[in-house]
């Protein structure tokens, strides 16, 4: 069994592989300062909820991060607890993804996992990637799945917590799509602004970036259009141009990076 490991600024996606098949998943609160002890205990525990084990089950583990101490930390643990290295994603690791940018070596491991996923589950079509996680990110790929670029715009965490903590008269809310764009109230006011605001944002970027692709941004164009990341499902929902969710979008990356490089 495979266990792909996404490790961002806010939240770690956990994902469990048997025979290609996403069998169990797990969200976890990313602390850097976790150390490899502390995280075989979480990881342990998890694992234990699906009656797995370090040794027993687990033959491989693909990793991608944002956040680099807790690379550090997370190698460590593999190779104390699970007794072999991990693979992670970076330079040198075989993706099948050519990035066809300024600076390759820049750009976020989970995006090119995205990009892995993203490229495999649409052969031949264009695509662009929307990922809700702590920042937003919108990534085109070409119809051979190249890498070309995107766009990087704050996420809902970081834009509501800006609101709250600039503003003595705004409270922190739910983070919740009211029933209308027009709040009857200021909690109703500052819901609409994050939620429909940032679909608005969304549709605007995907949109952008549609034309800059030489693409109709109309529905059934021969693009498509895919989001992934924790805040997907409260957005996407009030998006105009993003076709489906995918929210295992970037585990099914790691799986795919893994076994492009089983052999090395």
């Known amino acids: 069994m495979l266990l792909a490991v996404d490790v961002g600024n806010t939240q770690t996606h956990l994902g469990v592989f048997d025979r290609g ?39 491989g583990v693909s990793l991608c991060s944002v956040v680099p101490r807790a690379t550090q930390e997370l190698r460590d643990m593999t190779l104390k607890y699970f007794g072999f290295p991990p693979l992670v994603v970076g330079p040198g ?34 695509v662009v990637v929307v990922d809700f996680g702590t920042a937003i990110t919108v990534d085109a790929l070409s119809a051979s ?22 503003t003595a008269l705004v409270q922190r809310v ?21 939620v429909y605001g940032t679909a608005a944002m ?27 990341g924790g805040w997907a499902g409260t957005v996407v929902e009030h998006c105009r141009l993003i076709h489906r969710i995918e929210p295992a979008l970037t585990l099914t990356g790691l799986r795919l990076i893994f076994d492009r490089n089983a052999g090395a």
């Open 93 to 126: 690791v075989k993706t099948g993804i050519a990035v066809l940018t300024d600076n390759p070596r820049e750009v976020g491991a989970d995006r090119i996992a995205n990009a892995a996923a993203a490229a495999d589950m649409f052969p031949g079509a264009p």
């Open 202 to 228: 969304v549709d605007g970027l995907v949109e952008r970036v549609l034309a800059e692709l030489g693409l109709m941004a109309e529905q059934g164009s021969p693009v498509e259009v895919v989001a992934t």
């Open 174 to 194: 739910e983070v919740v799509a009211p029933c209308s764009a027009i709040g009857k109230s200021t909690a109703a006011a500052v819901q609409a602004g994050i």
């Open 145 to 166: 799945g190249d890498y070309l670029g995107g766009a990087i715009a704050p996420g809902i965490d970081i834009s509501a917590g800006a609101l709250f903590s600039a």
């Open 21 to 59: 098949h996403l069998m169990h998943e797990w969200r976890a609160s990313t602390e850097a300062a976790r150390t490899a002890d502390e995280l075989s205990l979480l990881f342990g525990g998890l694992l234990a909820s699906a009656d797995l084990s370090f040794t027993r089950q687990i033959t």
